[in-house]
């Protein structure tokens, strides 16, 4: 009888040993941990390919000064002589030395001057010019027109001599000078220098402007005697680099 006992034991705990296992009691706000065995699928994720939408990139000329890829606002109807149509603009400083650069629409070889008709003779036929308010300060410098205050003129000019029309090439038919202002009075101190791109369709004036800072304001007129001139009365910040 005893022994008989002792193997229905034994018997017992075997089968409580292969009985399922009882579940843990989880703690408030716990996550079931997951007893599955089978790997999770993964599924390809599609990435959107970006869309590039092209820049135009700016292009050099032998100079290596930028072109602009926008076209520059004039405020008056376009010149009919395409060597004064002014595109866009470029004033480069470093230290005293004030380049500036004209993108006209077109820029020849050569061009013609001292045309029949037009001006009279010792009138300005043709002109590009930069005016600076060096000290922003409208007191001082020239004391009318659009470009009051300012102090300096950078120019390449050319004044009618005859009616006999003569076509060269633009340095040689222009006189490129730095002017100050007091007042009502210009007088001539320095020369300047001019070159002519006619791939690039520039025309850059450089000279020595004593006093540029950062908060001087700069001008522009363009000046064709068969057409008249076009200007701006306002600073041109955004088409300026001071380098020192």
Known sequence: ?????????????????????????????ALPISTSTTAPINAPIETPVPTNTPVPAATSN????????????????????????LVDIR????????????????VPSELTF????????KSNEYMWQICVDTDNN????ISFGFSAGSDYCLSATHIKSSHNPRTMPIEQGVQVSIWKWSAEQEKNIASGSINVDTTGNTLSFSGKIPGITSS???????????????DISGPLYDRLLIEK
Do not use: H, R
């Not at 018997?11 to 009985?19: E, G, N, P, T």
């Not at 004033?91 to 077109?106: E, G, H, P, R």
């Not at 001292?114 to 003779?121: F, P, R, S, T």
């Open 216 to 230: 001087s304001l700069f001008y522009y007129e363009v000046y064709d005697g068969d057409f008249g001139a076009m």
């Open 138 to 141: 409208k007191d001082t410098g």
């Open 91 to 106: 004033i480069n400083v470093k230290d005293d030395l004030m380049t500036a650069i004209f993108y006209m629409k077109d």
């Open 1 to 29: 009888m005893k022994n008989g006992l002792v193997a229905f034991a034994i018997i017992a705990f075997i089968l409580s040993a292969c009985s399922a296992p009882t579940a843990p009691t989880l703690e408030p706000g």
């Open 62 to 85: 032998s100079e290596g000064t930028p072109t602009p890829v926008s076209t520059f606002p004039a405020p008056y109807d376009k010149m009919s002589n395409p060597a004064l149509d």
């Open 114 to 121: 001292n045309k029949a008709g037009g001006v009279e003779i």
